[in-house]
């Protein structure tokens, strides 16, 4: 469908160079599309997904430790050990 519309220029050249869109009309029906999915996202949401508190609980093992499962992150690489700020 061909539309006229006003649309910040400086705005859509950003959104098409930071996402690398081929066109215009690639960037704008993106920026639809994602907005669609957003608020999708946020109806499944306060939906609950069509499960009662209670069901949210019981789907989840009592005994899950999400602590035991996480993957310890490697220490920083910059920055001095003793926490004093590099001077420049």
Same mark, same amino acid.
């Given at each position: 469908m061909k539309m006229t519309m006003h649309i910040d220029e400086g705005l859509l050249?950003?959104?098409i160079q930071t996402y690398g869109f081929a066109s215009?009309? +690639?960037a704008v029906d993106a920026a639809l599309r994602e907005m +669609?999915?957003?608020a999708r996202f946020r109806a499944v949401v306060a939906e609950g997904m069509g499960f009662s508190p209670e +069901?949210? +609980?019981a789907a989840v093992d009592p005994d899950y430790d999400v602590m035991r499962w996480r993957v310890a992150e490697p220490a920083s690489k910059y920055g001095k050990k003793?926490?004093?700020?590099?001077r420049r």
């Open positions: 050249d950003r959104v215009k009309t +690639e +669609e999915r957003k +069901e949210l +609980e003793d926490g004093r700020k590099r």
